[in-house]
């Protein structure tokens, strides 16, 4: 129980950092990996270890879903190729030269451990990346190959530590038959993805229609993927990003704005809660493994850290560059149909290669004895290395990634002008349908032009017409109509939210009733919220 408890105090000491991280606007996940820090140097916190398959099922589900289900289809199809020389062909690359280098200087580390250290911290962190990014200005294409690298990354980095952990508990390796079956589970687990996502997609369309129980299903749709391509030894992690993938790509069809609202608020409270757990478990076993690595000086451990992160940060950018030129120098194609490119902005994705969560889970996942009984080999030194390069890329890599970008005087990207245009696009669209099929209808001309009159006002304020001056002050005045007519509206649901209150006070209603109205106005004032920052 007391160990429970501890979790639990550090989870409300991880939400006032987030608090902490809002206000002050600085990235999240590098006070996360700053609060694993110093959480491992708090003397007399209990040492909190689960077992290794209950980490990887725990953790690894939700956060990959997660990231899928935000990922654009569209955008990942039109970027595969950047994406899959990173996400395959870099992890890849990064994982043997890691291996290369902790085998030949890292004293008794054999060529399995070395490799499955490789694995480990070869795959960079998007939701790290993405969160340091925010409001950065970068362009979009940058954003979708970040993010679509980190969704295929961890299913071919965890793959190759799966094929690492076999060889050290069998002491047998074979690179031609590794090769094929590498193809077979990947191969395998899309299908199993497709699959669970189809049958998922049927069951949301044409069964299931309350909000409740469609988000309780998004929630066991990422373990149903898992726990199935696991159990037929193929890539659970694959199933998992391609039913996300698939999913998401249908939601606007399966699921009502109920449904929508309640499952997007229940999945940020899922990964926070999540994202902070991996980092406070690994916090707990820091300490622990500090001290059960009797080999070694402190001193060394930091300089092995220290290497190791360097090295990984050093393969990114010989990778990447190749990888940029090589198809724009051999294709045509390729150099017409991406204008936008920019050698500023290869730097800057070989800049974004922060290692995160899947990394720390990945290596907190480590048995803890072999098959035969006897000490997994270098667990511990495996652990501290892992946690180093997180350390590492999220704080030195996170935050000088704004001065690299700033540096390079990259002119920030902007959607305004093509949200405004799709805008107008709706709010005109809503006008012919209300001129189209309404007026024919039993409503009078006084409602007509009420509903019009909302939808008029939009298009002016996105249109930036009627510009007035007003004591030398260049104004707006469709935006400021808008806006007193958004601020009425707003002032209006304050008093029906009094007028809730006090008949709550006073006894006088159902309670059932009042949560009814109190959810109603909750949704009108949000919409609003949006339109008066949009």
Not at 192 to 210: A, N, Q, R, S, T
Not at 247 to 253: A, E, N, P
Request: proline share 4%; with cysteine; hydrophobic share 55%.
């Amino acid at each position: 129980m007391h160990n429970i408890e501890t979790i639990f105090l550090l989870l409300l000491f991880v939400s006032v950092l987030a608090v902490f991280s809002h206000k002050i606007n600085f990235p999240f996940p590098i006070l996360l990996v700053l609060a694993g820090l110093a959480i491992s140097l708090v003397p007399g916190l209990p040492v909190i270890e689960l077992k290794p398959e209950i980490v990887f099922l725990l953790f690894l589900p939700p956060l990959l879903y997660s990231a899928a289900w935000n990922t654009s289809w569209k955008d990942f199809k039109a970027n595969l190729r950047p994406i899959s020389l990173a996400a395959i062909g870099l992890v890849l690359f990064t994982t043997c030269l890691v291996a290369w280098v902790a085998h030949t200087y890292l004293p008794g580390f054999g060529w399995p451990e070395a490799f499955l250290l490789g694995a480990i911290v070869a795959p960079p962190d998007a939701a790290a990346a993405t969160s340091v990014t925010k409001g950065l200005g970068l362009h979009p294409r940058t954003i979708t190959i970040i993010e679509g690298e980190s969704l295929l990354n961890d299913a071919s980095a965890l793959i190759a530590y799966k094929y690492a952990l076999a060889a050290l508990a069998t002491g047998n390796f074979i690179l031609w038959k590794a090769g094929v079956d590498f193809v077979w589970v990947s191969a395998a687990g899309i299908v199993i993805g497709l699959i669970v996502g189809y049958i998922l997609y049927l069951v949301h369309k044409f069964i299931v229609d309350d909000p409740v129980m469609e988000t309780v299903l998004t929630l066991l749709t990422p373990f149903l993927s898992y726990i199935l391509a696991e159990h037929l030894h193929v890539s659970g992690v694959l199933a998992v990003v391609v039913a996300g993938l698939f999913l998401s790509s249908k939601s606007s069809k399966i699921f009502s704005h109920f449904t929508r609202l309640q499952a997007v608020s229940v999945w940020k409270t899922v990964i926070f809660i999540l994202e902070g757990m991996v980092f406070i478990l690994i916090g707990l076993q820091l300490r622990q493994v500090i001290v059960t690595i009797q080999d070694y000086e402190i001193t060394q451990l930091i300089v092995y850290g220290l290497g190791i992160s360097f090295v990984v940060m050093l393969l990114r950018f010989i990778w990447v560059f190749p990888a940029a030129y090589l198809p724009r120098w051999l294709s045509k194609k390729i150099r017409e149909r991406e204008k936008t490119f920019s050698y500023k902005y290869v730097i800057i994705f070989s800049w974004a290669g922060m290692r995160g969560v899947v990394s720390i889970a990945a290596a907190m996942a480590i048995p803890l004895t072999l098959a035969s009984g006897t000490v997994f080999p270098n667990r511990d030194i495996i652990l501290f290395l892992t946690f180093s390069v997180v350390i590492f890329t999220l704080v030195f890599q996170g935050l000088t990634l704004p001065w690299v970008i700033k540096w390079l005087n990259v002119k920030p990207y902007s959607s305004v002008e093509e949200e405004n245009i799709i805008r107008r696009r709706v709010a005109s669209a809503a006008i012919v349908y209300i001129e189209e099929n309404l007026s024919m209808g039993e409503l009078t001309e006084d409602i007509l032009a009420r509903i019009k009159t909302k939808y008029e006002l939009r298009i002016d304020k996105l249109s930036q017409t009627e510009i007035v001056l007003d004591n030398g002050a260049v104004h707006n005045q469709a935006d400021r109509i808008f806006h007193l007519f958004n601020t009425a509206q707003i002032n209006l649901i304050k008093t029906e939210r009094e007028v809730l209150e006090k008949l709550r006070n006073d006894g006088s209603v159902n309670e059932e009733v009042l949560r009814k109205l109190e959810y109603e106005l909750d949704l009108e004032e949000a919409r609003l919220m949006l339109e008066r920052h949009s």
